[in-house]
């Protein structure tokens, strides 16, 4: 380049003047009113409630117009969770906790490396375990499988270069019309091109085709991709194999994640089951707010297909259903945590879970919960740790019987009630109530507010109650909760 062809506005301004350069501008013609001209267009103000809702099929996942994708590693169970979608869709109930929006409705499954026979078993044991009858889906479920014939490719890359087979696009979108699908589901999806799975420019390409024929025939087409071999780990929606082109161009991307091992243990999940239980979320949740992750169990189900003589098995196929994280605090009331902290503040108790004297006996006693069976072990450890995070347990160093330090729990900050009412009634029963405002989130308000308190109790509170007497039962009643404080109406009266 030479040095006059490196000359911009701001050096002919110099040599020539600023005047005369918007003098140029404003006597240069107006660009030709044509269909290539460029203009922009004045934005109408609408009316709120004037503006059509979001149309989405299935919970806040599926949105029609749309393209989504389904992200996870082989084996994981994505094969299986799709069989339930499926059902869900077109029976229009909500078999896996999400909502099938404005009914029932066509779904069009099809996978390019699976066989018909085993699509079959996945479908038809979902259809067992959740008593879906053949009337509720007559007609809106379509099954296509790659390996019986019906292959599917979109786009291809040879020696004349990529290109976009534009028919089979408009041969798909006159289908999705004819049949008047509301989700297709492609899987996999790089099973359904020939182009280079790490090129941008070319996924692009094809994942902007999509869209078209989705937003063409007012559907959502799910695609299903496979993670990296470097995705070990978390699968993210950057997880995806290939180029990120395909993720960018969705707007949702559900990424499925078998339990971690670490949080088998803290839920006291055997290892050789946590691969039972996986998770569901949207990484990119971006015309949504993001929804927590959906958890799910895989369960066997009994086919019924083995050979009437008994002499082989038949086939037991994997069915996702819900299944809820359990929380440690369901069922625990603060009557439980006054008697743990009674029993603590009356002996020496371990933070370590091996010690033959540990805290966690104290909480066994009061839950029913046995230290020796895992799961109850793995909610103990819990409790204490909410408990010792809101302060009504501590931890402290100190020597034991050899003189050695270690660390027990203490009674941190006693349990303590924050409403007026019962503060009065407290009073009456001759208890010093030092009143705070509570602010835990661990322990649940049950009963009429009781909570932990960072401000802490007066141990006379708890022996000078004269109603409550803690030394048999815990003086908790059939609810758990405190024997005594219930026994006065609000405002104070008997």
């Not at 050695?404 to 009456?428: D, F, M, P, Y």
Request: hydrophobic residues 40%; contains cysteine.
């Amino acid at each position: 380049m030479t040095e006059q062809e490196a000359r911009d506005f701001a050096d002919v301004g110099k040599d020539m003047g600023d005047n005369v350069i918007r003098a140029a501008i404003k006597a240069a013609r107006p660009i030709p009113a044509n269909s290539d001209a460029i203009t922009a267009t004045p934005y109408v103000w609408r009316d709120p409630s004037s503006i059509p809702p979001r149309p989405w099929a299935y919970g806040r996942w599926f949105l029609r117009g749309t393209i989504a994708c389904v992200v996870a590693p082989g084996g994981v169970g994505k094969s299986t969770m799709l069989a339930g979608t499926a059902l869900a869709l077109a029976s229009g109930r909500s078999l896996l906790g999400k909502t099938v929006w404005d009914g029932p409705k066509r779904v069009w499954l099809w996978n390019l490396e699976d066989d018909l026979d085993e699509l079959s078993r996945s479908i038809q044991a979902a259809a067992k375990h959740y008593a879906v009858e053949p009337v509720e889906v007559e007609g809106r479920l379509f099954v296509d499988s790659g390996m019986e014939g019906s292959t599917l490719c979109t786009a291809v890359e040879d020696d004349n270069g990529f290109r976009l087979l534009l028919p089979v696009y408009e041969a798909l979108t006159a289908e999705l019309l004819r049949r008047k699908i509301d989700v297709l589901v492609v899987d996999p999806f790089v099973s359904s091109h020939e182009a280079e799975e790490n090129a941008n420019t070319k996924i692009d390409k094809i994942a902007k085709a999509w869209g078209r024929v989705a937003k063409a025939a007012n559907c959502v087409i799910v695609l299903v991709h496979h993670t990296s071999k470097a995705g070990a780990g978390e699968v993210t929606a950057l997880s995806a194999r290939g180029a990120v082109a395909l993720i960018n161009a969705s707007r949702s991307t559900l990424v499925i994640n078998r339990m971690e091992p670490e949080q088998a243990e803290r839920l006291g999940i055997p290892q050789e089951d946590r691969r039972r239980y996986i998770s569901v979320a949207d990484d990119k949740a971006n015309r949504a707010p993001a929804e927590k992750a959906d958890w799910y169990k895989l369960v066997s189900v009994d086919l019924g297909n083995g050979p009437m003589d008994g002499h082989a098995p038949g086939d037991s196929i994997g069915v996702v259903e819900p299944w809820k994280v359990p929380d440690p605090f369901d069922d625990v009331k603060p009557g439980h945590l006054l008697r743990v902290q009674q029993i603590i503040d009356a002996g020496d108790f371990r933070e370590n879970a091996q010690a033959a004297d540990w805290a966690g006996k104290a909480v066994a006693q009061v839950l029913d919960l046995d230290v020796n069976a895992r799961t109850d072990k793995a909610r103990i450890k819990q409790l204490l740790s909410g408990w010792l995070k809101e302060g009504a347990l501590k931890i402290v160093e100190k020597s034991d019987g050899n003189r050695e330090k270690r660390k027990w729990i203490e009674v941190g900050n006693w349990l303590q009630h924050t409403s007026a009412a019962l503060e009065k009634c407290a009073a009456r029963h001759g208890a010093a109530v030092k009143r705070t405002e509570c602010s835990t989130t661990t322990l649940p308000p049950v009963g009429e507010g009781w909570c932990g308190s960072a401000a802490g109790i007066e141990n006379q509170v708890l022996q000078n109650r004269g109603a409550a007497d803690l030394s048999d039962d815990g003086g908790l009643n059939a609810n758990g909760d405190i024997s005594g404080w219930n026994d006065c109406a609000p405002g104070g009266a008997a």
